[in-house]
């Protein structure tokens, strides 16, 4: 099933003429940006999580801008962990709605909301809502997302917070070089989690095509070894 999507995916590669793709200079923190009115662009992810046992997460994304301060994501989410079966896991929406004008007021305040229902009913619901800030000085640019997350329904509410933040220099449109932090905070219960990572960040844009590869090492003890992303990004 996997390869099929892959092969789907390169088949719509080849066969767009003309593209639009949105640059995204990170592949886990969002800068505070929106597809342009009535665009659409596909997205594709690969997420690998590096333990002892690893995992893959695969997501495929259609995009469309709605108005110029609203756009629409729904994701189609697919899973693998090693030694067990491919499975189509969970589908999800997201919401992007620009507060302001751009430049009008300090780092571009774009509300950010997201649903995902995995197929398993036994699993939870979650709920994600984020705020999208940022900021370019000359070729630098500074990101950040501070997040709020809740799990429900079926069992024990869970609920997590934390950030996203990335800070990059591109020297020429095409090239991207940054880093990005990661952390969360959960509880569960009386359980508290808490997970934190750091790691580079390229990026490379060829024609209106983009592909960005993220490594972010776990720092503590409650994070995974290492986890590993992949983006493309293609305008239809």
Do not use: C
Not at 63 to 83: A, K, M, N
Not at 119 to 126: A, P, S, T
Not at 167 to 178: A, E
Request: hydrophobic share 40%.
């Amino acid at each position: 099933m996997f390869k099929k999507l892959v092969l789907i995916f390169l088949a719509i590669l080849i066969a767009v003429p003309a593209l639009k793709a949105d640059r995204r200079k990170y592949v886990w923190t969002y800068q505070p940006v929106l597809i342009a009115p009535d665009a659409s662009e596909l997205e594709f992810y690969q997420t690998t999580k590096l333990n002892d046992i690893d995992k893959w997460e695969y997501q495929l994304e259609l995009e469309h801008g709605l108005s110029p301060r609203l756009d629409l994501g729904v994701y189609q989410i697919f899973t693998q962990t090693e030694g067990e079966s491919f499975k189509w896991d969970a589908f999800q929406f997201r919401f992007r709605y620009r507060l302001s004008e751009p430049g009008q007021v300090a780092f571009d305040p774009v509300l950010y909301l997201e649903y995902q229902r995995k197929l398993d009913l036994k699993e939870r619901n979650k709920f994600e809502s984020k705020l999208l800030l940022g900021k370019d000085f000359d070729q630098i640019n500074f990101s950040v997302n501070p997040l709020f997350e809740f799990f429900w329904a079926p069992g024990e509410p869970k609920y997590e917070w934390g950030w996203d933040a990335g800070l990059s220099y591109s020297p020429n449109y095409k090239f991207s070089f940054g880093v990005e932090s990661i952390s969360r905070w959960g509880k569960e219960g009386e359980d508290d989690e808490f997970a934190a990572y750091f790691g580079p960040t390229i990026s490379y844009a060829s024609g209106e095509i983009y592909y960005t590869v993220g490594y972010a090492w776990g720092l503590n003890d409650g994070s995974d070894d290492a986890r590993v992303r992949f983006l493309i990004g293609v305008g239809l």
